[in-house]
T-cell receptor, first 112, second 111 residues
Framework: ETGVTQTPRHLVMGMTNKKSLKCEQHLGHNAMYWYKQSAKKPLELMFVYNFKEQTENNSVPSRFSPECPNSSHLFLHLHTLQPEDSALYLC???????????FGQGTRLTVV | TQLLEQSPQFLSIQEGENLTVYCNSSSVFSSLQWYRQEPGEGPVLLVTVVTGGEVKKLKRLTFQFGDARKDSSLHITAAQPGDTGLYLCAGAGGSQGNLIFGKGTKLSVKP
């Protein structure tokens, strides 16, 4: 238990579906992140939120839409995804931006 | 572009053997973290090293930060099947303040 909780753990969705991934942290951290982890690739940073403000979008396609309503919650809204978007999506938080990260267990997403 | 190179990429050993994995860069980092990730789970932080030359021990795991803070090593003594996983290093102080992750070393310890 790292203090970062992600739901759902597994998600299968069609290319025309809309779904959302949820992340919650109880660590009082100020920064939250979304990462994508595909087979045989390093962790890819997608989005960074610092004090609820998005500070980075690493050229992520618009079919991924993040939302950070408060410093404890982070969402990733998904729509019209492609099969190549299938991956493990990891949420992380850190005390401040760039500090050591604490990860959730991830959501294993399969796009069919 | 700051990069962290991890080696070896894959390692398969028998229980009881010792091993060392490496994390190298041409860039200086303010600190470096090591994580272990099991299949289907998120990475779990093992240790943070901050000072050049620092050595930290966590039971059978020994972590060292290079004097110049550009590289690090993880040594495991008498490996056990429970050590199996993906070992990731991450450097702090990267561009735009983000952590820079290596590709990882996938370790398999066979009983």
């Amino acid at each position: 238990e790292t203090g970062v909780t992600q739901t759902p753990r597994h998600l299968v969705m069609g290319m025309t579906n809309k779904k959302s991934l949820k992340c919650e942290q109880h660590l009082g951290h100020n920064a939250m992140y979304w990462y994508k982890q595909s087979a045989k690739k390093p962790l890819e940073l997608m989005f960074v939120y610092n004090f609820k403000e998005q500070t980075e979008n690493n050229s992520v396609p618009s079919r991924f839409s993040p939302e950070c309503p408060n410093s404890s919650h982070l969402f990733l809204h998904l729509h019209t995804l492609q099969p190549e978007d299938s991956a493990l999506y990891l949420c992380a938080s850190s005390q401040d931006h760039g500090d050591r990260a604490f990860f959730g267990q991830g959501t294993r997403l399969t796009v069919v | 572009t700051q990069l962290l190179e991890q080696s070896p990429q894959f390692l398969s050993i028998q229980e009881g053997e010792n091993l060392t994995v490496y994390c190298n860069s041409s860039s200086v980092f303010s600190s470096l973290q090591w994580y272990r990730q099991e299949p289907g789970e998120g990475p779990v932080l093992l240790v943070t090293v901050v000072t050049g030359g620092e050595v930290k021990k966590l039971k059978r795991l020994t972590f060292q930060f290079g004097d110049a803070r550009k590289d690090s090593s993880l040594h495991i003594t008498a490996a056990q099947p429970g050590d199996t996983g993906l070992y990731l290093c991450a450097g702090a102080g990267g561009s735009q303040g983000n952590l820079i992750f290596g590709k990882g070393t996938k370790l398999s310890v066979k009983p």
